[in-house]
Each structure stands twice: as structure tokens, then as C-alpha cells.
């Protein structure tokens, strides 16, 4: 502990901006005992922080479970040092937007990602390494109704050569038995990527398209064989003016 350390200036700043800094170990120390005795940040970005791995996680988990947008993505933590902040984030329910891109997840508890799901406003997941669990309970066609809970926002990419071939972020799982679900459930920002979509039929692309969730702001699909010529029109318009945001490539 370091007793008795306030840095004064950070009492009228909302928003902290600390990615990509390096500091020493007992300068991040400072800071994030600061910052969990304001309690007036409302968002934090510590994406890819130098020697976080050297502060405790105590204090860390007290730090950003105050704050009601956190961005941790890509922070060297160990295991069971991740999953004890975030658990404390999700425990103190003050965290709305979790961002977690490019971590190693697969560790992570079922009982505690469901919780993320089910509890915050928007979750970030995007090229995180995942468990089979981790991502069937994402892309669950019932989740949204589960205990009257509409769930989180989900930022996810599935990327990868074929639709017969298993995702980037988990081994486990086949593009193949995702895809129908994809469109379908609280993914608010997708990244479809294949090496080749050649087959992709008429028929699935037509089911996947009529499924889209009408609350999707961002959708990326991208790769060779994007064939959609076949789709019928009503059913293309339908689902490509939904997003707010739109790239189509190959």
C-alpha cells in the first residue's frame, strides 16, 4: 500500500487516457491509488501498459472498478491475476463498457464471462483467445431473453480461411457452427472475415441475413467468394440498411 499518495490534479479529469504508457512499477502504483480515491473518473484506457504485470492486482481491481468505462486491451496479466480484477469490476457494478481486445480469456471462468454478458452494456472481445463455452454462450440464440436481461453489446471477430475451418480466437469451434447465429444475436459490432467464402450458400447467407439484429451499429465482412448476387433483394436491403456502419470487400 502506499499510504497517504493523491496526485491532485487528476480531481477534475474524467476521462484518463494511460495506453501505451511506460511508467515504473511504483508510478502506476501512484496513479491507481489516485484514482480509486477520486472516484470521479468515468473512463480509463490502460491498453497495453508497460510493467502493469508488476502491480498488485488489489490494488488495480480497486482502481478501474470505480470507473465506468475501463480499456484494458492487451495488458500483460497473468491468469488468475485477470480474472481477480475482473471480477471486482463486475462485483462493485459500476463498470458499464469493458474493453478486453487481444487477451488471453480462454482462462477465464464460464461463471464469471457470463456474468460480463449478462451485466454490463458493452463487452469487447474482439481477437481475445476464447473457450468453446466462452463463445457458444455469446452467440446463444436466447440470451437476450434470459432472466428478462437484454445483455451486454458484443464487439467480436470471427475470422478465419473457410467456414469449415475453426475460428482464430478459439480452436474449438467451427465457423461453421456459429454462423447462423452470428447476425442473429447482441453482436453490435462484427468482423466476418473469411480466406474464402466460396461456400457459403445462397440459401445460409439468405437465413443469416433475415436473422439480423436490427440493433447491429458495425458490420465488417470481408474475403474472397463473397458471392451475395442470388441473395433476393428484399432480403439484402433488409439486412445491409441496418447497420450504421457497412464495409463489404471481395
Given at each position: 500500500?502506499?499510504?497517504?499518495?493523491?496526485?491532485?490534479?487528476?480531481s477534475?479529469?474524467?476521462h484518463?487516457?494511460?495506453?501505451?504508457?511506460?511508467?515504473?512499477?511504483k508510478?502506476w502504483?501512484?496513479?491507481?491509488?489516485?484514482?480509486?480515491?477520486?472516484?470521479q473518473?468515468?473512463?480509463?484506457?490502460?491498453?497495453?501498459g508497460?510493467?502493469?504485470?508488476h502491480?498488485?492486482?488489489?490494488l488495480?481491481?480497486?482502481?478501474?472498478?470505480?470507473?465506468?468505462?475501463?480499456?484494458?486491451n492487451?495488458?500483460?496479466?497473468?491468469?488468475?491475476?485477470?480474472?481477480?480484477?475482473?471480477?471486482?469490476?463486475?462485483t462493485?457494478k459500476?463498470?458499464k463498457?469493458?474493453?478486453?481486445?487481444?487477451l488471453?480469456?480462454s482462462?477465464?471462468?464460464?461463471?464469471?464471462?457470463?456474468?460480463?454478458?449478462?451485466?454490463l452494456?458493452?463487452?469487447?472481445v474482439?481477437?481475445?483467445?476464447?473457450?468453446?463455452?466462452?463463445?457458444?454462450?455469446?452467440?446463444?440464440?436466447?440470451?437476450?431473453a434470459?432472466?428478462?436481461?437484454?445483455?451486454?453489446?458484443?464487439?467480436?471477430?470471427?475470422e478465419?480461411t473457410?467456414?469449415?475451418?475453426?475460428?482464430?480466437?478459439?480452436?474449438?469451434?467451427?465457423?461453421?457452427?456459429?454462423?447462423?447465429?452470428?447476425?442473429?444475436?447482441?453482436?453490435?459490432r462484427?468482423e466476418?472475415?473469411l480466406v474464402d467464402?466460396?461456400?457459403i450458400?445462397?440459401?445460409?447467407?439468405?437465413?443469416m441475413?433475415r436473422?439480423?439484429?436490427?440493433?447491429?451499429?458495425?458490420?465488417?465482412?470481408e474475403?474472397?467468394?463473397?458471392?451475395?448476387?442470388?441473395?433476393?433483394?428484399?432480403?439484402?436491403?433488409?439486412?445491409?440498411?441496418?447497420?450504421?456502419?457497412?464495409?463489404?470487400?471481395?
Open positions: 500500500t502506499l499510504p497517504g499518495i493523491e496526485i491532485p490534479r487528476f477534475g479529469i474524467q484518463v487516457d494511460l495506453s501505451y504508457l511506460y511508467l515504473l512499477p508510478d502504483c501512484r496513479l491507481f491509488y489516485s484514482i480509486s480515491n477520486t472516484k473518473i468515468n473512463s480509463i484506457d490502460i491498453s497495453c508497460y510493467n502493469l504485470e502491480v498488485e492486482e488489489s488495480l481491481a480497486d482502481a478501474l472498478s470505480g470507473v465506468r468505462e475501463v480499456k484494458m492487451k495488458i500483460p496479466l497473468a491468469d488468475h491475476r485477470l480474472e481477480t480484477v475482473l471480477n471486482k469490476i463486475i462493485n459500476v463498470t463498457k469493458l474493453h478486453l481486445s487481444m488471453d480469456l482462462q477465464i471462468s464460464p461463471e464469471l464471462f457470463e456474468r460480463m454478458v449478462d451485466s452494456e458493452f463487452l469487447n474482439k481477437n481475445s483467445l476464447l473457450k468453446d463455452h466462452h463463445v457458444r454462450y455469446l452467440l446463444r440464440p436466447d440470451r437476450k434470459d432472466q428478462g436481461c437484454s445483455g451486454a453489446k458484443i464487439e467480436f471477430n470471427c478465419s473457410q467456414v469449415h475451418d475453426a475460428v482464430s480466437v478459439c480452436d474449438e469451434v467451427l465457423v461453421a457452427n456459429i454462423v447462423t447465429n452470428l447476425l442473429s444475436t447482441n453482436i453490435s462484427l466476418f472475415k467464402f466460396s461456400e450458400s445462397t440459401a445460409l447467407w439468405s437465413r441475413l436473422g439480423m439484429d436490427k440493433k447491429i451499429e458495425s458490420l465488417t465482412i474475403g474472397m467468394g463473397l458471392d451475395l448476387v442470388n441473395v433476393p433483394v428484399d432480403i439484402l436491403v433488409g439486412a445491409l440498411i441496418k447497420p450504421k456502419e457497412l464495409h463489404l470487400s471481395g
